[in-house]
């Protein structure tokens, strides 16, 4: 049965105001984006014959895939190299120009994600982690998360620390192997880069015949026609708002502000962390023994007075982020030692002592930036010959580190759809096995985003009841050993 996105959405909007009544936050849940009203895939719209484009014929292809990022250079990798659709055409279009190839960056980039072993497998599947590792990867196997008003703290890791949480890579990093790979599927892939797309025509119908192909526009006046479009063009799509897709969602009225920190000391540093403190949270990623990433979700007001702090100044409030313990209240503090010492008696091998982060000496010069956040889910995933996947399909806060991750979840689960689909002799752009894409991400996402969007206005306030009931259910969890494994198994998919 296909999810139904808004009933879920507003299910968990109702648990989402029972928190913001105790943190005086207000939900902007009457958020409505901006749909391009030039949308050409009403159902007014008719297809006469083969549709002739500047007096050409349109160039045929089996799958295009716009948006050439992370999710877009993977879905080309894992359709080009599957033998089933070695007799198919593929392209991927890129607005951006072709990476340099080969040369890696003197300065690490303050753009990084952590990739979960899921998407260690996929990229794995397709070639690109052993390019990565051979660049720069750092693992870290234990990942502590604590309360700014509090002392409560969670840990997670591996039983034994023997296995990775998780890697940091640079963006670029995965975008420079996925591209190498491409490289060598240029036999059935093509790559069109700084090339834009300005109109999409989709057909109502899921009619099979070629008259009733995707048919997409480019800035150079070509047209091509593809038995199925695929979206990775990111938040803000649009190839999505073109072909009519309204998205639910809101804005955090916070930004991400990220920088390439400095460790006081050389370490093994494999240790991620994170605060969360009444702006928003905060996390370390290791880079190398003496090089960390930062981001920190901070109200867009202080965001923006971070930017314009000296180096020195923005190292002070960096390290008085992680250290400072002046939003703690005495009375709660004494109620969480006095459970903790409950639940070390109960479950003695569920108990962790807080660990002090490193400190930070210096940053990067240059590498401070600043980015929006906020949520976003398509009411859709798939029409008549269009998919999308990535940040085209939900935009996520960057909290629980799982953009991405969400985004490489969806390329192997459509290629997998895909794969099937020409097994079977089936056309690839049927709705039919483009329903079971959605259906199956939408269980999966879903949930995530809503739990992901519940944490970042849990700990969005410094209310003392708050404060206090998340103490104790953070240490409760930290105690619950097969809970905390539950966690871990759970993002790590």
Same mark, same amino acid.
């Given at each position: 049965?296909?999810?139904?996105?808004?009933?879920?959405?507003? +299910?968990?909007?109702?648990?989402?105001?029972?928190?913001?009544?105790?943190?005086?936050?207000? &939900?902007?849940?009457?958020?409505?984006?901006?749909?391009?009203?030039?949308?050409?895939?009403?159902?007014?719209? +008719?297809?006469?014959?083969?549709?002739?484009?500047?007096?050409?014929?349109?160039?045929?292809?089996?799958?295009?895939?716009?948006?050439?990022?992370?999710?877009? +250079?993977?879905? $080309?990798?894992?359709?080009?190299?599957?033998?089933?659709?070695?007799?198919?055409?593929?392209?991927?279009?890129? =607005?951006?120009?072709?990476?340099?190839?080969?040369? &890696?960056?003197?300065? /690490?980039?303050?753009?990084?994600?952590?990739?979960?072993?899921?998407?260690?497998? !996929?990229?794995?599947?397709?070639?690109?982690?052993?390019?990565?590792?051979? #660049?720069?990867?750092?693992?870290?196997?234990?990942?502590?998360?604590?309360?700014?008003?509090?002392?409560?703290? %969670?840990?997670?890791?591996?039983?034994?620390?023997?296995?990775?949480?998780?890697? %940091?890579?640079?963006?670029?990093?995965?975008?420079?192997?996925?591209?190498?790979? !491409?490289?060598?599927?240029?036999?059935?892939?093509?790559?069109?880069?700084?090339?834009?797309?300005?109109?999409?025509?989709?057909?109502?119908?899921?009619?099979?015949?070629?008259?009733?192909?995707?048919?997409?526009?480019?800035?150079?006046?070509?047209?091509?026609?593809?038995?199925?479009?695929?979206?990775?063009?990111?938040?803000?799509?649009?190839?999505?708002?073109?072909?009519?897709?309204?998205? !639910?969602?809101?804005e955090y009225g916070q930004s991400g502000v990220v920088a390439t920190?400095?460790?006081?000391?050389?370490?093994?540093?494999?240790?991620?962390? #994170?605060?969360?403190?009444?702006?928003?949270?905060?996390?370390?990623?290791?880079?190398?023994?003496? +090089?960390?990433?930062?981001?920190?979700?901070?109200?867009?007001?202080? $965001?923006?007075? &971070?930017?314009?702090?000296?180096?020195?100044?923005?190292? @002070?409030?960096?390290?008085?982020?992680?250290?400072?313990?002046?939003?703690?209240?005495?009375?709660?503090?004494?109620?969480?030692?006095?459970?903790?010492?409950?639940?070390?008696?109960?479950?003695?091998?569920?108990?962790?002592?807080?660990?002090?982060?490193?400190?930070?000496?210096? %940053?990067?010069?240059?590498?401070?930036?600043?980015?929006?956040?906020?949520?976003?889910?398509?009411?859709? /995933?798939?029409?008549?010959r269009l998919a999308l996947i990535g940040d085209?399909?939900?935009?996520?806060?960057? *909290?629980?580190?799982?953009?991405?991750?969400?985004?490489?979840?969806?390329?192997?689960?459509?290629?997998?759809?895909?794969? @099937?689909?020409?097994?079977?002799?089936?056309?690839?752009?049927?709705?039919?096995?483009?329903?079971?894409?959605?259906?199956?991400? #939408?269980?999966?996402?879903?949930?995530?985003?809503?739990?992901?969007?519940?944490?970042?206005? *849990?700990?969005?306030?410094?209310?003392?009841?708050?404060?206090?009931?998340?103490?104790? =259910?953070?240490?409760?969890?930290?105690?619950?050993?097969?809970?905390?494994?539950?966690?871990?198994?759970?993002?790590?998919?």
């Amino acid at each position: 049965m296909q999810v139904s996105v808004v009933s879920t959405l507003k +299910r968990c909007k109702s648990v989402f105001q029972c928190i913001n009544k105790l943190s005086s936050s207000k &939900l902007k849940s009457n958020f409505t984006p901006k749909v391009d009203v030039r949308c050409l895939c009403s159902s007014s719209r +008719r297809y006469q014959g083969r549709p002739v484009y500047n007096g050409e014929s349109s160039e045929l292809y089996d799958v295009v895939i716009a948006g050439g990022g992370m999710a877009g +250079r993977a879905m $080309a990798c894992a359709l080009g190299q599957e033998p089933s659709l070695q007799n198919h055409k593929i392209l991927l279009l890129e =607005g951006a120009a072709k990476p340099e190839m080969g040369k &890696l960056p003197e300065h /690490y980039s303050n753009r990084v994600c952590a990739l979960n072993p899921g998407a260690v497998d !996929l990229l794995d599947s397709v070639g690109a982690w052993e390019e990565m590792v051979k #660049q720069r990867v750092k693992p870290f196997c234990r990942m502590q998360v604590w309360d700014a008003c509090s002392d409560a703290v %969670i840990t997670m890791n591996n039983d034994d620390l023997s296995e990775n949480l998780a890697y %940091i890579v640079e963006n670029n990093v995965t975008i420079e192997a996925l591209s190498t790979q !491409l490289e060598k599927l240029s036999s059935n892939v093509r790559v069109d880069y700084e090339t834009l797309v300005t109109n999409v025509h989709i057909p109502q119908q899921n009619v099979v015949d070629e008259a009733n192909w995707a048919e997409v526009e480019l800035h150079n006046g070509e047209c091509v026609k593809a038995r199925l479009l695929i979206a990775a063009d990111g938040a803000n799509s649009s190839i999505r708002k073109m072909c009519g897709i309204d998205v !639910l969602g809101w804005e955090y009225g916070q930004s991400g502000v990220v920088a390439t920190l400095h460790l006081s000391e050389p370490s093994e540093n494999n240790v991620a962390w #994170q605060r969360f403190l009444p702006t928003g949270p905060i996390a370390m990623l290791p880079l190398s023994d003496t +090089r960390s990433s930062l981001v920190w979700s901070i109200t867009t007001d202080k $965001a923006k007075g &971070l930017m314009q702090l000296t180096d020195e100044e923005f190292v @002070e409030e960096v390290n008085n982020a992680f250290w400072d313990n002046s939003h703690h209240d005495p009375t709660i503090d004494s109620i969480s030692q006095f459970f903790q010492g409950i639940l070390s008696t109960i479950s003695p091998e569920g108990s962790s002592v807080r660990q002090l982060p490193p400190s930070v000496i210096s %940053i990067d010069p240059g590498s401070r930036g600043r980015f929006p956040l906020a949520l976003g889910h398509a009411m859709h /995933y798939v029409k008549p010959r269009l998919a999308l996947i990535g940040d085209a399909a939900h935009r996520i806060h960057p *909290l629980a580190g799982q953009g991405i991750n969400l985004g490489f979840g969806d390329v192997e689960c459509l290629a997998d759809k895909l794969v @099937e689909a020409a097994k079977l002799g089936k056309d690839l752009g049927s709705l039919h096995h483009l329903l079971e894409y959605e259906s199956s991400r #939408q269980r999966h996402i879903i949930p995530i985003m809503a739990a992901v969007d519940g944490l970042k206005r *849990l700990y969005s306030t410094d209310n003392q009841a708050v404060v206090l009931v998340r103490s104790l =259910g953070l240490q409760a969890t930290n105690a619950m050993t097969p809970l905390k494994n539950a966690f871990i198994s759970g993002a790590s998919t």
